[in-house]
């Protein structure tokens, strides 16, 4: 405008001039005169280029926690750090996600299923701890003006069978189950059959049926209702992954903890660095990656220092079928005595599941491609012969998600590095992540702020056992 | 004066001429002897003032805050070492000869025999700390800092160069020697208050008075340690001694219009302590707890009694030295856990117990405790005000209750309590960092011994 000012000003008087102007062109030329005097200052200064970049698309270079891994455990641990917080806006923090369609997360693709009956008692408090969280979900993720969380939960149940064999294991663990406050009922075979009777209870001894507080919910709409939120409590979010090449800025003082993380901004080459005091790793099934690029396992192996994180992506299949001669609407989760799992999937007899592969058939988790000969192969057999109504069904579609698999002992690792002091992990779930997600955000929340897990008492889960090889093995991992 | 401001701006071919790895030596050890240079002003016959020429004179109001700012030198570079220390080297010379120049505009300001002077440094000194806070500093609020740091300043001061034009055209000159015994009373006019609200305006945005101190929390949270250290030490305690030098010239005047700006520092003061005791940042904290102090310390300006300017000069004194050493020891654990959020940096005693002792020293200090200068300061300022209204004793005593509780809040949210994890590894204290704590104290120690230098020109 100002040009434009400048242009009428001084046309009529071009004349008076001189011959030497051009036409089209005026004598201020503001705009060549700033890059003269910008060239100027660059060849007298050196170092880095005197224009203001826009970096309102960037996250800020400062936060107090930076949590890499956006999906339900980094908003599950965000939610608890600002709800724990004693005052407002005590703890800033970032969430790193890489991906906000969250195509690859493990959260959006689970089959959504809750259950207390696992043989750790941790494992069941924090069971119960998050039905609780989820059954009040709209006292603790109201936000003003917002639609209600629905999160669509069916209180079906979790049917285990067990054969022969595992029977009196399966005695056990209800033992432990009923000490913690889960309430289980043991079925014979001819109590399971007059239950269900679609069930061929051929080869099975014991059932173990949750009464209360099991099924499965939909774990979008936790998800978003998460994420709408944390945003509300003033989480910042960025769109930005920690990458190979740079991930983390290195301590000044020499030690192993990173002095903050380099978030490489999503579809271009530019990289920011975000200083902070904690890293939280609630990367899911790229959670090893994390670890190493933090140098977690640089060492000798035996050592503390060599001692990696033992969390890898494990593909898993989930089949999607219609029966309409199924079991019907009282189908509980059922996980057979041969690892294969199913579950009633809405109101038109459709119905989903899968199987864990074996160690040998692993599938490559390289992409996300479904294997439509392992239905036909491993898991429609075993189906076919615990309810025999499922021999007509037709698979309607199917979908692959990861596992972040403990290779270790197959549960989470929850708290802070020995070594790398600074970074806290809320990963390697290996499969029921999903379930326990709000026990497990408040114990690292509590352990960020306070020192400690003051409610649940999840040491067991350190990574120390790692280096001191005390596995903790709790069957029954779907 | 001279023999103090010629070494001063040789301080900056020194930088730009040392070598790198005795640039920091080099800078840090001259400034040392030129601060034992100031001391020498202090000594006084028969209270007169030391008149060096001119342009520039000493008396004992402005020797102690000149000695400050001399002692304060060396300090801003011993604590700058370590942020400083990924830089490349012309930008650590920079740093140093922005500190350089701001020193030399101080220690002119605080010598300047002509009032017209010191206001033109007085302002001179607003633009290497809004180069220091805008260069320096660490997150990206800090433009927004300087921005709010620079106008609120310029804009406060703007009236003033117009008030002393003004009244130099009247009485001839502005010498402040001259205008202690040449200043006429002003009759009660409108003009005459605008004048006075004009003289006084920038001081008190400088102070800052309650109202108006919105750059302060700002400006002290974004800036580098050097930054905040003379920030809080020096360049508020410019408004101090501005306010007491045209009092002079304001009579009698000031008896009325003094009344509001008193109210508004007695509330203020007992405000700005509760905030600090709702704050998470540790920095803001502190910035806080200075404008509570300077708060008392207008209060005083403008009663205008000899015990009140006693407490006003003790407190300016005593509050640069304990304001410095909060934010040397807050920048301390920034530079362990790059944060400053108070909640992620707790029970520092039970790993560093040397620093814990300095935190707890300055906390003492800051909390008033007798018999450090900072509770002489506070105990004459209570009692002037007591004697102006007895009312008031209500609000400095809820304020010193309300000092004491967020100092202790602050002492045991950082150094007890359970650590957390994360501050397993933390380096122990560098020698470099309890150098300067306890060059911070020792002058705050020995000054309890003898109070009388930093009485002013009351005594």
Known sequence: MFRRVLQLGLGPGRLTRGLGTRRGSFTLDWEAQVLEVKKKLRSILPGEPLELHDTSHLPPEHSDVVIVGGGILGLSVAFWLKKLEKKRDAIRVLVVEQDHTYSKASTGLSVGGIWQQFSLPENIQLSLFSINFLRNINEHLAVVDAPPVDLKFNPAGYLVLASEKDAASLENKVRVQRQEGAKICLMSAEQLQNKFPWINTEGVALASYGMEDEGWFDPWSLLHGLRRKVQSMGVLFCQGEVTREKAFLPSSTGDMKPRGVWVKMDNSLEYQPVECAVVINAAGAWSGQIAELAGIGNGPPGTLQGTKLPVEPRKRYVYLWHCPQGPGLEAPLVADTSGVYFRREGLGSNYLGGCSPTEEEEPDPANLEVDHDFFQKKVLPHLAQRVPAFETLKVHSAWAGYYDYNTFDQNGVVGPHPLVVNMYFATGFSGHGLQHAPGIGRAVAEMVLQGGFETINMSPFLFSRFYLGEKLQDYNIL | ?459
């Not at chain 2, 009247?170 to 006019?189: A, D, R, T, V, Y």
């Not at chain 2, 004793?393 to 100092?407: P, S």
Request: hydrophobic share 55%.
């Open chain 2, 1 to 459: 004066m001279l023999k103090i401001i010629i070494p001063t701006i040789m301080l900056l071919p020194l930088t730009w001429w040392s070598k790198p790895s005795m640039l920091w030596i080099n800078t840090t050890s001259y400034s040392f002897l030129i601060s034992i240079i100031t001391l020498f002003s202090l000594h006084n016959h028969n209270d007169a003032t030391h008149n060096f020429s001119t342009l520039f004179f000493t008396d004992q109001l402005s020797t102690p805050l000149l000695i400050l700012t001399s002692w304060l030198l060396p300090l801003m570079l011993i604590a700058s070492q370590n942020h400083m220390s990924k830089e490349t080297v012309v930008r650590k010379k920079l740093f140093i000869s922005m500190l350089v120049t701001l020193q030399v505009s101080l220690i002119m300001t605080f010598s300047a025999a002509e009032l017209m002077f010191f206001y033109i440094l007085f302002e001179a000194t607003l633009i290497p700390t809004l180069i220091i806070i805008t260069r320096w500093g660490n997150q990206t609020e800090r433009l927004n800092a300087g921005v709010y740091f620079l106008f609120y300043t310029l804009v406060g001061s703007l009236p003033l160069l117009v008030a002393l034009m003004v009244k130099r055209n009247q009485l001839g000159s502005l010498n402040i020697m001259l205008l202690m015994f040449n200043s006429p009373p002003l009759n009660p006019s409108l003009t005459n208050q605008l004048m006075w609200l004009a003289c006084m305006m920038a001081f008190m945005v400088k102070m800052p008075l309650y109202g108006l101190h919105l750059w302060l929390p700002k400006a002290h949270v974004e800036a580098p340690i050097a930054g905040s250290m003379v920030l809080a030490a020096i360049l508020l305690k410019l408004g101090g001694y501005g306010m007491m030098r045209l009092t002079i010239i304001l009579n009698p005047t000031s008896i009325d219009m003094a009344y509001p700006f008193i109210l508004l520092s007695l509330w203020g003061m007992v405000m700005t302590s509760s905030i600090c005791l709702r704050q998470t940042d540790l920095k803001s904290l502190i910035a806080y707890s200075s404008v509570s102090h300077m708060a008392l310390v207008i209060a005083a300006i403008m009663i205008q009694t000899p015990w009140s300017f006693m407490g006003a000069t003790a407190l300016m004194m005593a509050h640069g030295l304990t304001s410095s050493l909060l934010f040397c020891l807050a920048n301390t654990n920034y530079e362990r856990i790059h944060s400053r959020t108070m909640l992620l940096a707790r029970g520092l005693q039970s790993i560093l117990p040397l620093m814990a002792t300095w935190w707890l020293l300055a906390s003492l200090t800051n909390l008033a405790l007798p018999p450090s200068i900072n509770f002489i300061g506070e105990l004459y300022i209570i009692i002037s005000s007591f004697s102006w209204s007895n009312f008031s004793i209500i609000l400095t005593g809820i304020n010193m209750l309300v000092t004491a509780l967020y100092t202790l809040y602050m002492l045991i949210m950082t150094q007890r309590g359970s650590m957390s994890h994360h501050m397993k590894t933390l380096l122990p204290t560098f020698t470099r960092e309890s150098t300067l704590m306890t060059l911070h104290l020792i002058p705050l120690i020995l000054l309890t011994m003898n109070p009388k230098f930093i009485m002013g020109h009351l005594y």
